[in-house]
């Protein structure tokens, strides 16, 4: 079946404007991640939800950066007022869920690559 | 707060070699261990998971150990290809919290194989 997906796969903006980057995950996969990746590094936390509901959102750099999830499939990461600073890969991952204290495999959508001049 | 580091950052290695890969966190409260493949222009690729409980799991001539109470894992590639040639990320899940599987990575090794 489908994997994750993202759009746009690449991303060039000027400072100050506004970008929207989306994450379609794998049909019927409960949980979705949104994670930021700089070049030569791993990706790092962004935000969690489960269904609908964001339920963590401490990675998330400042106030520019808000994600929503609105129906429980689909998600938005929306940055705001970007800056040079704001250019790196982001991934999106979902599973199927998570059930107490155990994980199911994430899946990785191919990421956006945004460049802010 | 966790931290994860890889050892090497970067190998090159003839076609045939086996190889290892290491994996060490600061925090032992882990739910699980995972390894993943990342090629350019495509996303992670999750080669092997190991639960908290659990010691190693193999998939094909890969191989992945895990002492949680050290915190270290290694990733034990037998016969290497040149397409193994990829960056390989190691990754946990901590144990408590609101977030239930966020991962935690390493900054990850390049693998290069030559033919």
């Known amino acids: 079946g489908a994997g994750v997906s993202q759009s746009p796969r690449y991303k060039v903006t000027k400072r100050g404007q506004d970008v929207a980057l989306r994450c379609d995950p794998i049909?019927?996969?409960?949980?979705l991640y949104w994670y930021r990746q700089a070049l030569g590094q791993g990706p790092e936390f962004l935000t969690y939800?489960?269904?609908?509901?964001?339920?963590?959102k401490s990675g998330l750099p400042n106030d520019r950066f808000s994600a929503e999830r609105p129906e429980g499939s689909i998600s938005t990461l929306t940055i705001q007022r970007t800056e040079q600073r704001d250019s790196a890969m982001y991934r999106c991952?979902?599973?199927?869920?998570?059930?107490?204290?155990?994980?199911?495999?994430?899946?990785f959508g191919p990421g956006t690559r945004l460049t802010v001049l | 707060k966790q931290e994860v580091t890889q050892i090497p950052a970067a190998l090159s290695v003839p076609e045939g070699e086996n190889l290892v890969l290491n994996c060490s966190f600061t925090?032992?409260?882990?739910?699980?261990l995972q390894w993943f493949r990342q090629d350019p222009g495509k996303g992670l690729t999750s080669l092997l998971l190991?639960?908290?409980?659990?010691r190693e799991q193999t998939s094909g001539r890969l191989n992945a150990s895990l002492d949680k109470s050290s915190g270290r894992s290694t990733l034990y590639i037998a016969a290497s290809q040149p397409g193994d040639s990829a960056t390989y990320l190691c990754?946990?899940?901590?144990?408590?919290?609101?977030?239930?599987?966020?991962?935690?990575f390493g900054q990850g090794t390049i693998l290069t194989v030559h033919p």
């Open positions: 991952a979902s599973s199927y869920r998570n059930r107490g204290q155990t994980t199911d495999t994430q899946y």
């Open positions: 049909s019927g996969h409960v949980s």
């Open positions: 939800f489960n269904y609908e509901a964001q339920q963590d």
């Open positions: 925090d032992s409260a882990i739910y699980n």
């Open positions: 190991i639960q908290s409980s659990q």
């Open positions: 990754a946990v899940t901590n144990a408590g919290g609101t977030s239930y599987g966020k991962l935690t």
